[in-house]
């Protein structure tokens, strides 16, 4: 059984500041990683996703994660915040090469961006 | 080139009546998933479909729910005689089928009163 688990219900940053959302995983092998936004009453917007190739991936909206196999993490960065980043960031994970198919997913984070 | 669409957006349920929840998918999908988010929870996995065909159900609750998606028209979730616990948000996914690309739509949102 695969499983997420995501630090922080809440993550408060200044606009301009550093994002840092953290994510772990459990699984026996090597899975593919997901990073999603909701915005309020929006549904999953795909923001990045990693399935084996580059460990540093880039995504959308200058957001981008870094695979480390030894820490079985998969954090979320932003170099600087802007206020239209405040929303629910989930971190999901499917077994390797089922595509997204039965994803799981963690709890989410909340991201306050403030002035 | 319209999205997954999910219709209605909310529905309100009174306790013991039955809730149909449509997704059609975008244009050219033939997979579907459903997911439901619980409260300060994730999305959790229910239902994975293709034209006609249930093919993983393993996060379905055993008794209440069904899902279908038929040859034409949208897939359908159902959940017959709802409770309060029924009360979530439920996401509907699409995808070409394979490791492409699977879109969300916004979701229904069911209150049970």
């Known amino acids: 059984a695969q499983s997420v688990t995501q630090l922080g219900s809440h993550v408060s940053v200044s606009e301009g500041a550093l994002v840092l959302l953290r994510c772990n995983y459990s699984?026996?092998?090597?899975?593919?990683l997901f990073w999603y936004v909701q915005y309020p009453n929006q549904g999953l917007q795909l923001l990045l996703k990693y399935t084996s190739a580059a460990t540093l991936v880039k995504g959308i909206n200058g957001f981008e994660a870094e695979f480390k196999k030894s820490e079985t993490s998969f954090h979320l960065t932003k170099p600087s915040a802007h206020m239209s980043d405040a929303a629910e960031y989930f971190c999901?994970?499917?077994?390797?090469?089922?595509?997204?198919?039965?994803?799981?997913f963690g709890k989410g984070t909340m991201l306050l961006v403030s002035p | 080139n319209a999205g997954v669409m999910q219709n209605p957006r909310h529905l309100v349920r009174r306790r013991g009546q039955e809730a149909r929840l449509r997704c059609s998918p975008m244009k050219g999908h033939s997979h579907v998933y459903w997911y439901r988010q619980l409260p300060e929870e994730g999305l959790k996995f229910m239902v994975y479909?293709?034209?006609?065909?249930?093919?993983?159900e393993s996060g379905m609750p055993k008794e209440r729910f069904s899902a279908e998606f038929p040859k034409e028209g949208p897939s359908i979730l159902r959940i017959q005689q709802v409770v309060r616990g029924d009360s979530a948000a439920y996401f509907c996914a699409s995808s070409g089928g394979g490791e492409t690309e699977a879109f969300f739509g916004q979701g229904t949102r069911l209150t049970v009163v």
């Open positions: 999901a994970v499917s077994p390797p090469n089922s595509g997204y198919s039965t994803l799981t």
């Open positions: 699984s026996s092998v090597p899975p593919y």
């Open positions: 479909l293709q034209k006609e065909n249930i093919i993983d």
